[in-house]
């Protein structure tokens, strides 16, 4: 996927096809929101910045956006392994229960790249607002970009998870993806204040 050229990713994704979908999207808002928090520190450089900060900005930030193409791709991985269970036999009772057994564990290894994506998110938004105050401010606009970019991926993400929780029948399982789905709300809140500080800023 990371090899991909933009369009032919939106053409597989307007295609009828499993995979990639809205859980490879949600990890692409936060490869994005990566990249353009390490744009903004890379731009804040010389004496009127703090190099040790934007050093460990940008470096957090490339880190986090190569766990973000991870995710989309181990996310399109996990959804065809949730088709072939669903694909499987149901004629006998020992199919239809092996198949039910199949059909929970893939479902939480699909909820396992969107729950990661949340906390990948969650991070961004920490980076976002430690860049906020310090960042070049010509370029202040991209921090709001990037958390909005976080926003939907957090946001993205736990739909992806809540719909997967639904088969989910491992009960410390389901407490811990919906856990992980419950961080969205508060990346969620931090996005929008750091989105409003910065049209405030602009405002002025």
């Known amino acids: 996927m990371r090899d991909d050229t ?5 053409d597989q ?37 703090d190099a040790g900060l934007m050093n460990r900005i940008v470096t957090e930030a490339d880190a986090l956006r ?19 269970a669903y694909r499987l036999p149901r004629t006998t009772e020992r ?10 564990s893939a479902l939480a290894g699909a909820a396992r790249p969107p729950a990661d994506v949340v906390r990948t998110a969650l991070l961004l ?12 401010r010509s370029v202040i606009t ?8 976080a926003r939907a991926a957090a946001v993205t993400a736990r739909l992806i998870i809540e719909i997967n929780l639904k088969g989910i029948t491992d009960p410390v399982l389901a407490e811990e993806f919906g856990a992980a789905a419950a961080v969205a709300d508060p990346v969620a809140e931090r996005a929008d204040a750091i989105v409003a500080a910065v049209r405030a800023e602009v405002a002025r």
């Open 6 to 10: 933009i369009a032919a990713f939106l």
């Open 13 to 49: 994704l307007a295609a009828r096809v499993s995979a990639p979908g809205g859980g490879a999207t949600a990890a692409l808002h936060a490869a994005q929101a990566a990249a353009l928090l390490a744009m903004v520190a890379r731009y804040s450089d010389g004496p009127r910045y």
């Open 66 to 84: 190569e766990d973000a193409l991870a995710l989309a791709e181990a996310d399109a991985k996990a959804f065809g392994a949730v088709a072939e």
């Open 95 to 104: 199919e239809t229960s092996a198949r039910s057994a199949a059909i929970s």
């Open 125 to 136: 938004v920490s980076l976002a607002e430690d860049l906020l105050p310090a960042g070049n």
């Open 142 to 149: 991209d921090v709001a970009a990037a958390a909005a970019a």
